[in-house]
């Protein structure tokens, strides 16, 4: 790993990892390969495994390109997660400015001078754009995905001045998995009367991973974060987030409960009209779901069997998150 030099730089890229070393390879590619003085830039790899192969990536590129950026390779201490790597990788950055990204991203060559221009005395953070090419009909997963790029401030591509993470306290480690880590940076940013402005021409490529069957069940636990976020940042979440209670869920999720319940109950009659009143909320939430997306078989049962699936998930993972960190029904 390259070695600090004496003079401080102009930002600190803050990257966290965990056992993806050939994502890792191509992103820290990209960040050599920027279009500002390898001196006014130090790029830390927070590993969050931590596992031979990413130091193995961070040491080859540092032996590559020792008149490059100063790479540093840092191992979060006791908590985990993407929120906790990134809070030890701002700690230990030696910037008056930190760039964050992930290990997924393709940053634009100019990605850090164009940060850096919009970074203007009173701005205390930048958003940057996030690019997420999808194809025409992309199946359910593929454009669930590509709402990142619309997200108003995500981790994927931001500048924060050290000083504004010092006045917040960083990330909140509570946030384990990627999910609402970064908008709750946001929430606290601006409940502290903090200036963040957007930056279009800061741009990082976000390819979208492949996924395997009905990969949308398993992204409904990421719920159990909104009840954190909801509860720390009640006014903004309903303003940003969700503007209300989650009612097609809840009705879905009510009328197949009785439906089953009345059905054990012997109670035939009500048990058919519940079953018919979940079948159409369920048949109308595919045919939405379905509107735009991939055609293809595997594409359709997917949507089918988490058309059926997603609302008692969603409202489940809710309980749970309530059941964690109180508050109410984000």
Known sequence: MSQPREQSPQVSVVIPTRRRPALLRRCLEALQAQQIPAESVEILVCDDGPDAATLEVVESLAQRCPDGPVLRYLVPGGEHGPAAARNRGWRQARAPVVAFTDDDTVPASDWLV??????????????GRIIMPV????????????????????????FVRREALEKVNGFDPRFSIAWREDSDLQFSLMEAGLMIVRAPDARVLHPIRPAGFAASLRMQRKIVFDSLLFRKHPKFYR??????????????????????????????????????????LTAWFFARRARGTSRRPLDLADLLVTSVLIPPLSIGWRVVGMARFGGGIP
């Open 114 to 127: 164009r940060g850096l221009q919009a970074m203007l005395p009173g701005v205390s953070a930048v958003s």
């Open 239 to 280: 303003e940003r987030i969700r503007p209300g209670l989650p009612w097609f869920y809840l009705l879905t999720t009510l009328a197949g409960s009785i439906a089953v319940g009345c059905a054990l109950a012997g109670a035939w009659k009500a048990a058919g009209a519940s079953f018919g009143l979940w079948v159409l």
């Open 135 to 158: 194809p025409p009909r992309p199946n359910d997963y593929e454009r669930d995905a590509s709402g990142l790029a619309a997200a108003e401030f995500a981790t994927a591509n931001c």
